[in-house]
């Protein structure tokens, strides 16, 4: 299928932390940290009630998003540690594979800066609604498996690898939409839509919901809408954005923290009955023609369209799994290497199990890597990249 990618809605300029136990453990000494202050719950207003929110999920291994009282707080933090800046949001991120691979994309872009224009590679082409250059960085802690932090009377270990996002970024929170937005959708193949979880003004996301649908009446008829979810910031919003966009959305891409907060429980995710009862509840709640759900050990699709999309989950998990063990920078030539590797023999048993139960489900298995210094930091926006790159060279149906 001819057409161009365009992927949106938002973009960020992101602090990724290297983590380090020896600052955390003296962060915590100075601002005299216990055990049951941890928690993932309260504001964050502050440095210690940062530093508290980060130990709390890290030990608990859970991915998430959160928001911060000020930037500032952000930069401060940040300043205790190295750190790298890099381009972040789901859209962006897929740009950046798909560039890996050699496919060009546009990107909407809320906001602009010099870091922008440096990072962001000429083969995507910007669409943005920014007025002026503003900077309002995203948090990004990625702890490892059995990282360790001692404190006053006792210690955290982390049971697993993730990632935690915190930000306060005042032009995602208002996602103006650009005027070009419906020209470019004109020509595009593929429509990626992502972001609306940072927004706090109820009645701003009904208008901003408007003006989307509005832009996409420029859609072709045949262009397939990709709609991510991600964790909101307020939760009731994610049920007006369903409302409103739910009708033109073809595939509904989520990850396992998401899956469990809509279920409000904990999903074994190599459990059979565990996953199809929570595959089939969350497909009720989410009606669409491909609902996909990506995890560590698979990646799974379910509704009448999910078949179409084998080899999209296919180049999706392959391209992930390539950014788990080499990080940034990665070409097709590395993602081809991934194929070749042992896949996770419980996320395969789980996958035909699935596939055995749920008539129109299909799914891959996720790869089993051993990486001393593994990438979690956009790992599912990656995997987006990858369904959309194998939609646009193989012009997968929509």
Request: charged share 20%; net charge negative; glycine share 8%.
């Amino acid at each position: 299928m001819d057409g161009q990618l365009v992927l949106g809605l938002g973009g960020t300029v992101d602090y990724e932390l290297r983590w380090d136990s020896a600052v955390l453990e003296r962060l915590a000494r100075e601002h005299e940290v216990r055990l049951d202050e941890l928690t993932t719950t309260s504001p964050i207003d502050d440095e210690r009630s940062l530093l508290l929110t980060v130990l709390a999920f890290a030990a608990t291994g859970t991915g998430a998003e959160r928001f911060v009282a000020s930037s500032d707080i952000i930069e401060r933090f940040a300043a205790h540690f190295d750190h790298d800046v890099t381009l972040g949001g789901t859209g962006v991120r897929a740009g950046l594979v798909l560039d890996s691979l050699g496919i060009p994309s546009v990107q909407h872009l809320v906001s602009i800066d010099d870091n922008v224009r440096r990072l962001l590679p000429a083969s995507i082409s910007i669409v943005s609604s920014a007025e002026r250059d503003t900077l309002d960085p995203h948090l990004i802690v990625q702890f490892p498996a059995d990282a360790r932090v001692r404190l006053a009377d006792g210690e955290i270990v982390s049971p697993g690898a993730n990632r935690l996002i915190f930000a306060n970024d005042p032009p995602n929170r208002t996602m103006a939409i650009a005027p070009a937005l419906g020209d470019a959708l004109a020509g595009a193949s593929a429509f990626l839509i992502s972001g609306f979880n940072t927004m706090q003004d109820h009645d701003l996301l009904v208008q901003r919901l408007d003006e989307l649908v509005d832009a996409m009446r420029d859609l072709p008829a045949d262009a397939l809408v990709y709609y991510e979810d991600a964790g909101f910031y307020t939760r009731a919003f994610a049920e007006t954005v369903r409302s409103r966009l739910l009708p033109g959305i073809h595939v509904y891409g989520m990850n396992e923290d998401e899956l469990q907060e809509y279920l409000g429980r904990a999903v074994d995710l190599l459990d059979p009955a565990h996953v199809i009862s929570a595959l089939d509840e969350i497909h009720r709640l989410i009606p669409v023609p491909a609902l996909v759900v990506h995890t560590r050990y698979w990646a799974l699709a379910v509704g009448p369209d999910a078949a179409r999309h084998r080899a999209a989950l296919e180049s999706a998990v392959r391209v992930a799994a390539t950014r788990y063990r080499l990080g940034d920078g990665f070409s097709a030539a590395d993602a081809a290497e991934t194929s070749a590797m042992d896949r996770h023999e419980g996320g395969a048993e789980l996958v035909r199990a699935v596939e055995d139960s749920i008539p129109d489900a299909t799914g891959v298995a996720a790869f089993s890597l051993d990486v001393p210094s593994p990438t979690t930091i956009g790992l599912g926006d990656t995997f987006v990249g990858g369904f959309l790159a194998a939609h646009a060279q193989n012009g997968a149906p929509s």
